[in-house]
């Protein structure tokens, strides 16, 4: 976003903008000249949610909204009006907007990368007199966008080695230090990243990308928090090869990266007082004559042994190296984000996130993050039991089961193995999002794409934890 959708109310010339019930409209009408309450019959205007409508008053005109509730409005009340109202400048009328700030501005994001006829209409801008919630709700609107535009961008335009510039720009912006591990040291120190992704083509080679970065003059023992996100530029499936119409948003397999970075981001801005180290294995998992192979047997940073069952669960091998990277630190709290399985799309459809959780007071700190801030994660369970599915005749473990039962659970339970003890010798408190981040369809603040689902639930959890 190139301009600052929501600013500081300076008395600007702007148009009024009035969010009513239909409760409340009855009332609003009655005070109304005939001319204005004919405009808005013809509008068919009733105040109900969703509504939205150009009152004339005089030389001037006002904007309506219809909300369900204007005194706790959700995050995408005013998003309708952002999408459907006239460019210009608007001061909302009454209470705060809170939380549809945000709404405002992701209702107006466009992405117009590959499009000749990308001039869109001037910006909708809202005054607030909130001041103190600007600049939050402008911070989460650009996660927001990074994650749409990084998951929208094809795979040609978004490989290992453009995520690795998305992550060394995010590093310079915010004086952060970024790793980057390639070559014969990844397939010496992340053999699982390197054997999934070695199949690419040279300019999409596969990288371990680890970028660090400690507020500045912050505690020196500041908390470590470890961000995990799967980078899966492209999947093919590799030699256990997905049908064509499986591949079509097969761009979308970084999401969980684009996650990551996206609260890195956040968290840098926003200045919490933690140790952050965000962690990206980025691949594509494409097919050659030295595609990794069903039945062959991957080492491990962990030292565990995979056996291969399917070649199309390759995003759960390149977090388990990276998980185990992650667990080093002695973190206080590690978070993944993975578009990791279909089973969970299945079971939650696309809006609700998986979430998995070793404790279950940091899952609930999710959950009501979630609900707080109109982003809901669903939590499914961490039952051991299933983990029996995942045993190898000839390995530590398999990376698949050959039953189709409980398919997010068993990835999760996979990575499970990955996530290692803090210093005390007690379990790294994690929790795991098997995301969609795409949009099927368009709602209201939600354009059809590239979406963030669990960042904000996540992001809220964080500052509440760590601010």
Known sequence: MNIELIQPDRGQTATSLRLTT??????????LSG??????????????????????????????????????????????????LPAGTYRLEGAGAGRALLGWQTAQYRFDRYRQDSAAEGPRILLTGDAAAIEPALAEARAVALVRDLVNTPAEDMGPAALEEVAERIAGEHRAQLQVTRGET??????????????????????????????????????????????????????????????????????GAAHALALAQLVMERGLDVRLHCLVPA??????????????????????????????????????????????????????????????????????????????ATADALLAAGRAEDDPVWRLPLHQPYAEGLKSDIADTNNATSNGFAGAITAALFLDRFVGKDAAGQPIDWAHFDTFAWNPAARPGRPRGGEALGLRAAWHMLQARFG
């Open 283 to 360: 691949v594509e998992n494409a097919i050659a004559g030295n595609s990794f192979r069903p039945g062959d047997v991957l080492r491990s940073r962990k030292g565990l042994s995979v056996e291969i069952g399917n070649t199309d669960a390759e995003g759960r091998l390149i977090l388990g190296d990276a998980l185990t990277r992650a667990s080093e630190e002695n973190p206080q709290l590690i978070l993944d984000f993975a578009t990791l399985t279909g089973a969970a799309r299945v079971a939650l459809g696309p809006d609700l996130p998986a979430l998995f959780a070793r404790e279950d």
């Open 186 to 255: 990844l397939e010496a120190e992340y053999p699982m990243v390197h054997a999934v992704g070695r199949a690419a083509a040279r300019h999409h080679a596969p990288r371990l990308l680890h970028l660090t970065w400690s507020l500045p003059g912050g505690r020196a023992d500041a908390p470590v928090l470890a961000l995990v996100g799967k980078g899966v530029c492209f999947d093919s499936g590799g030699l256990d090869i997905k049908p064509s119409a499986g591949m079509l948003l097969m761009k979308k397999d970084m999401g």
């Open 22 to 31: 239909v409760e409340g409209f009855a009332g609003f009408a009655g005070t």
């Open 35 to 84: 001319p204005q309450r004919a405009a808005l019959s013809a509008q068919r205007f009733t105040g109900k949610a969703g509504q939205t409508a150009i009152l004339p008053d005089g030389e001037t005109w006002q904007a309506l909204g219809g909300v369900a509730d204007p005194v706790q409005p959700t995050s995408w009340c005013l998003a309708k009006l952002a999408e459907a």
